[in-house]
C-alpha cells in the first residue's frame, strides 16, 4: 500500500512542487465549487500511478491545485465511491495520497438525504459525528503502521475547533448552518421508506453513500477533518418520495455557493 501511495506521490511531485496544506473533496453536483479557486495545476486521476478512475454523471475526475482562501489547496474533483464497484482501500487511495504530500486538514463536502424534521432540500449541515452502516472499514487488513495505527480512536473524527470556527462563519454571514450526525450506507438504491425511518430513530440526521470510508482513512492518519452535507432530498415525508439522481445534482448545484463562501472563509482562517 505505502509504496503504491509512494508512486503516486512521486508522479505528482514531478508536476507540482509547492506544498499545499489542505485539502478539499467535492461531493455530487458540487464540482463547480473549483471555479473559486486559482487553478495551478490539474492532474487527472487517469494519469496518477494506482488513482482508480471516476465514473459517476456530475464527477469530473481530477485532482486540482491551486489557491482559496489565501492558501495552497488541494481540491478532489470527483471522488471513488464503494458503490462503483472500488474496493474500500481504493475509495479511500487519494486520501492517503494527500496525506503523503504534506496535507494536514481535509475538507469534504457531498449530497445526502436529509432526516431531520428541521432540514429542508438546500439546507447545509455540518458532520458532527458519523454512523458507519454496511460501509466496509477501509483498515480492514494488515495495519501499515507508516499510515497510522491498529485501533484508531473515533471518539472525535470532525475537529470540534472547526464545526466552531465554521458556525461563526456561517453567522457573521447570515447562512442557516444546520449541525447532525450523517449516517454512511453503500448505496446505490437511495433508502425505502422504511430504512430512512429507522436510520432517523438510530440518531442520524442524514444519509449518504460517501465520506465516512475517507474520513475513517483520514483520522487513521491523524488529519484534522471537517465535512459538510448538502441536503439534496427529503427522505422522511407523507406525500410521494420518488428520489432521482438528477434532483440530487440540481439541489447540490443551487446550495454550492454557501459552501464554497463556508469552505472559502474557513481556509481563510486557518
Ligand atoms: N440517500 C442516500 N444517499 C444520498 C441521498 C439519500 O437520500 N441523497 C443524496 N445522497
Redesign the pocket.
Known amino acids: 500500500m505505502v509504496t503504491k501511495i509512494e508512486a503516486a506521490v512521486r508522479f505528482i511531485r514531478g508536476l507540482y512542487t509547492d506544498n499545499p496544506s489542505v485539502g478539499i473533496v467535492l461531493g455530487?453536483g458540487l464540482g463547480s465549487f473549483t471555479a473559486e479557486m486559482t487553478i495551478e495545476k490539474e492532474i487527472p486521476y487517469g494519469d496518477i500511478p494506482h488513482f482508480p478512475v471516476s465514473t459517476v454523471e456530475g464527477h469530473s475526475g481530477k485532482l486540482i491545485f491551486g489557491v482559496l482562501g489565501g492558501k495552497k489547496v488541494i481540491a478532489m474533483a470527483g471522488r471513488f465511491h464503494f458503490y462503483e464497484g472500488y474496493s474500500a482501500e481504493e475509495v479511500v487511495f487519494p486520501i492517503r495520497v494527500m496525506k503523503f504530500l504534506g496535507i494536514e486538514t481535509l475538507l469534504l463536502s457531498n449530497?445526502?438525504?436529509g432526516m431531520n424534521t428541521n432540514f429542508e432540500v438546500g439546507d447545509l449541515m455540518v458532520i458532527n459525528d458519523h454512523i458507519s452502516l454496511f460501509t466496509v472499514n477501509p483498515l480492514i487488513g494488515e495495519n501499515s503502521d507508516a499510515l497510522g495505527p491498529r485501533f484508531p480512536d473515533m471518539s472525535e473524527p470532525y475537529s470540534k475547533q472547526l464545526i466552531a470556527a465554521a458556525k461563526s462563519i456561517a453567522k457573521a454571514n447570515h447562512l442557516d448552518l444546520k449541525e447532525g450526525v450523517y449516517c454512511g450506507?453503500t448505496?446505490p438504491t437511495?433508502?425505502t421508506r422504511a430504512e430512512y425511518k429507522f436510520l432517523h430513530i438510530i440518531g442520524s440526521d442524514a444519509?449518504?453513500?460517501s465520506t465516512v470510508q475517507e474520513v475513517i482513512a483520514a483520522v487513521h492518519m491523524g488529519m484534522t477533518v471537517f465535512a459538510i452535507s448538502v441536503i439534496?432530498?427529503l427522505?422522511i415525508r407523507e406525500e410521494e418520495n420518488k428520489?432521482t439522481h438528477a434532483e440530487?445534482l440540481e439541489a447540490a448545484g443551487k446550495a454550492e455557493p454557501k459552501l464554497t463562501l463556508l469552505f472559502k472563509e474557513l481556509i481563510a482562517q486557518m
Open positions: 455530487s449530497a445526502a438525504g450506507v448505496g437511495f433508502e444519509v449518504g453513500m439534496t432530498d427522505g428520489i440530487v
